[in-house]
């Protein structure tokens, strides 16, 4: 079983929708980090958190330490969101694990 | 603000054959990582340092070599060039490892196809 898990492994959506993607950990972590992937482009880190929740414009992030959960949601989803969104953790050992990310589709 | 800068971003290699990935970095980070993602699978670390002068293996470093001689230069070679390298690599960069103050920074990748 993998220590980072994602759900859905794909996703679609119509313009303006709200989603949710979810990542659960089964190992004790220093950090949760959201991270954005475009077709045949980089990596871009969205967001790093230890507790709570984050927003940054349409993204929010949260995270339930006790439940080792964390879930990305977008609100009003635009089709510039397309792209794979992966969960990643640093584990208590400093090294980083990847969940192996979700799909996400966003038609006009 | 170049970040973290990787070439070549393709590369089509014969079987055997020897290639260096170059990654630099301007943001001084003492720590540099190189990642391969396969399909379907999540980022794997192959080697990482932690400064200029140390470098240490990953979970998958079988067939690769690397080098840290300047904190900004972090490059990964690949001397016998075999199908099962075959991915795509991403250097990255943090500040420190391992903390929640500090995020990680990618590059834009490299896909090398090995025939």
């Known amino acids: 079983k993998n220590e980072v898990e994602q759900s859905p492994q794909n996703l679609t959506a119509q313009e303006g929708e709200f989603i949710t993607i979810n990542c659960s950990y089964s190992v004790g972590i220093s950090a949760l980090h959201w991270l954005q992937q475009h077709p045949g482009g980089g990596i871009v880190s969205l967001f790093m958190l230890s507790s709570g929740k984050k927003k940054h414009g349409r993204l929010i992030a949260t995270i339930n330490i006790q439940e080792k959960h964390s879930s990305l949601h977008i609100t009003a989803s635009h089709p510039r969101d397309s792209a794979v969104y992966i969960c990643?953790?640093?584990?208590?050992?400093?090294?980083?694990?990847f969940g192996t990310g979700t799909r996400l589709q966003v038609f006009p | 603000n170049a970040g973290v800068t990787q070439t070549p971003k393709f590369r089509i290699l014969k079987i055997g054959q020897s290639m260096t990935l170059q990654c630099t970095q301007d943001?001084?980070?003492?720590?540099m990582y190189w990642y391969r993602q396969d399909p379907g699978m999540g980022l794997k670390l192959i080697y990482y340092?932690?400064?200029?002068?140390?470098?240490d293996k990953g979970e998958v470093p079988n067939g690769y070599n690397v080098s840290r001689s300047t904190t900004e230069d972090f490059p990964l070679r690949l001397e016998l060039a075999a199908p099962s390298q075959t991915s795509v690599y991403f250097c990255?960069?943090?500040?420190?490892?391992?903390?929640?103050?500090?995020?990680?920074?990618f590059g834009s990748g490299t896909r090398l196809t090995v025939v």
């Open positions: 990255a960069s943090s500040y420190s490892r391992g903390t929640a103050n500090y995020g990680y920074t």
């Open positions: 943001m001084n980070h003492n720590y």
């Open positions: 990643a953790v640093t584990k208590e050992d400093d090294k980083l694990i």
């Open positions: 340092s932690v400064g200029a002068g140390i470098t």
